[in-house]
């Protein structure tokens, strides 16, 4: 067992020396991976500022259903009851036609230009069904159910859900849809390409060294102990990326909202994913390590294994 640690001690030790030697080679490959890294922590934070942004606007979105005033309350249960059954359906309210008088007057928060719409009549207000989606994706799936012939039947007019309100819930969902296949996209790229020039430094490491590979093999080393070093300098590649990648993204935040004052970046919520970084930022700094040591030893144990499994000449 000690002897296993001091072979360990002596690999880590070759590693960082190698990584000190041929600090220019790798300076390439380091500079690839911090993009990746980067790129990975701004995909992960800009999801879950995505993914708030969708829930508040899901809170705030409900369609309302309409009801004609000869609707009987028997119906409007029956509605509401399968109206709940739907899987997408979060929250479902029934207002009477008094209800929704009171509502409208609550809403209309003293505004005489609104009230006067329904103090000139008797009630014009029609009992209505809010419903509360769950997934703004799936909302569809809804309002097909309300434009059934029998259900239809029931409604004064259109639901809610349509017009210039329904083209901006779609598009706002259509573009953050697209900004996370954008950064998924992104994110294999970079970390093929990343993978690909650890790969070749790690090649050309090993053609620098290839007699003193040589002098070792001679000598009766075993392939994991030449190999170990390589993988050792890979993971430093990995380690210095992953904590450069997260002084970026910090410098980006801090610079967002101290020097530009900006509180948004498009449908990106910068205080929001500000607060995410700061409150998740020891789980993105160990997310952003094993990711950076994955990419590198993977890349190094696939180089070596290429070129150690023939002899170095």
């Not at 209800?99 to 329904?118: G, P, T």
Request: charged content about 15%; some cysteine.
């Amino acid at each position: 067992m000690k002897r296993r640690f001091i072979t360990l001690g002596r690999i880590i030790h070759t590693g960082i020396v190698n990584f000190i030697r041929n600090v220019s080679l790798g300076v390439a490959a380091i500079a690839v991976m911090v993009v990746t890294l980067t790129i990975i922590l701004f995909s992960v934070i800009a999801n879950a500022t995505f993914a708030n942004t969708i829930t508040q606007i899901t809170n705030r979105v409900d369609i309302s259903i309409y009801l004609k005033d000869e609707v009987t309350p028997a119906q409007a249960s029956t509605l509401v009851a399968q109206i709940k059954a739907l899987p997408n359906a979060r929250d479902v309210r029934y207002f009477s036609k008094q209800a929704a008088l009171d509502r409208y007057i609550q809403q209309s928060d003293n505004k005489e230009s609104l009230l006067s719409a329904v103090s000139k009549t008797t009630n014009p207000i029609p009992a209505t069904i809010l419903v509360k989606p769950t997934d703004l994706n799936k909302i569809g799936n809804i309002i097909t159910f309300l434009n059934k012939p029998a259900n239809a039947a029931l409604q004064s007019d259109q639901p809610s859900y349509s017009g210039d309100r329904k083209e901006a819930i779609d598009n706002i969902t259509h573009a953050t849809n697209v900004l996370r296949r954008i950064g998924v996209v992104a994110v294999a790229v970079f970390t093929v390409i990343c993978a690909l020039i650890i790969f070749n430094t790690i090649q050309m490491a090993i053609f620098n060294r290839r007699d003193e590979i040589t002098i070792m093999r001679l000598l009766g080393a075993k392939t994991s102990y030449i190999r170990g070093p390589f993988v050792v300098e890979s993971i430093i590649y990995g380690i210095l990326s992953a904590v450069v990648s997260l002084l970026i993204i910090n410098s980006a935040f801090l610079t967002s909202s101290n020097a530009l004052q900006a509180s948004s970046l498009g449908l990106l919520d910068i205080g929001y994913a500000s607060e995410y970084f700061a409150a998740n930022f020891w789980k993105l700094l160990t997310m952003q390590l094993a990711v950076g040591i994955l990419i590198g030893t993977v890349s190094s144990v696939i180089a070596t294994r290429r070129y150690l499994k023939f002899k170095v000449r």
